[in-house]
């Protein structure tokens, strides 16, 4: 059963404008949440993270934002840009035991 | 889609000591990889383990530390050999499933490995 999901494989955002990447959970005890940033053939990077106790993280132009009550958390990127296009996996974990991933957001920015 | 085990999910060794890692996926997949995140860093390839052919090691990781079966199409091993408190980490496999045209990574629960 897929703890955390990405309903959305794909999005395309024009150059300047916002990127929203989605993420829900189902399990209320993860308390820790990751997004990476996978390019083709190279390995994931870590992007930024958030603990439970905080509800928005921001580093630079990306900003995470995590309402426990929806059990959702999204990731925006602003000013979108080419480079940014990637594939975006989201990750929690409960007390520091096993990540589960989601399945990634391709996005893709139009120059 | 792809579901993905491991095990152990946890272990805490000694020094010197050998721990081998498995990896089960539901179905047959191609591709699987090994990732390491060490504490406060990114996700770090290890090597590519595809079934019938050696594992392709990324710079950094060689095959006497980190010896990889590859069996069949649904299990792999990840070896971490003679272990030192550098080699505490999250081990996690991974693969890619194509779907028509589509590639899409599922990671596994992660390992994660405490040297004393």
């Known amino acids: 059963d897929q703890q955390v999901k990405q309903n959305s494989p794909s999005l395309s955002v024009q150059e300047g404008r916002i990127s929203i990447l989605n993420c829900d959970y189902t399990n209320s005890m993860f308390d820790y949440f990751l997004w990476y940033k996978k390019y083709p053939a190279e390995g994931p990077t870590f992007l930024i993270s958030i603990s439970s106790i905080k509800d928005k993280n921001e580093d630079g132009r990306f900003t995470v934002f995590l309402n426990k009550s929806a059990k959702h958390l999204s990731l925006h990127i602003v000013p979108s840009q080419p480079g940014d296009s990637a594939v975006y996996f989201c990750a929690a974990s409960a007390a520091g035991n096993q990540f589960y991933f989601g399945t990634g957001t391709s996005l893709t920015v139009i120059p | 889609s792809a579901v993905i085990s491991q095990k152990p999910s946890r272990d805490i060794c000694q020094r010197g000591t050998s721990l081998t890692i498995q990896c089960q996926v539901d179905?047959?997949?191609?591709?699987m990889f090994w990732y390491r995140q060490q504490p406060g860093q990114s996700l770090t390839l290890i090597a590519t383990a595809n079934q019938g052919s050696e594992a392709t090691y990324e710079s950094g990781f060689v095959i006497d530390k980190f010896p990889i079966s590859r069996p069949n199409l649904t299990f792999s091993t990840l070896t971490v050999s003679n272990m030192s408190p550098e080699d505490s980490s999250i081990y996690l496999c991974?693969?890619?499933?194509?779907?028509?045209?589509?590639?899409?990574?599922?990671f596994g629960p992660g390992t994660r490995l405490l040297v004393l």
């Open positions: 179905s047959q997949v191609t591709m």
């Open positions: 991974s693969v890619e499933v194509l779907a028509g045209r589509k590639e899409t990574q599922y």
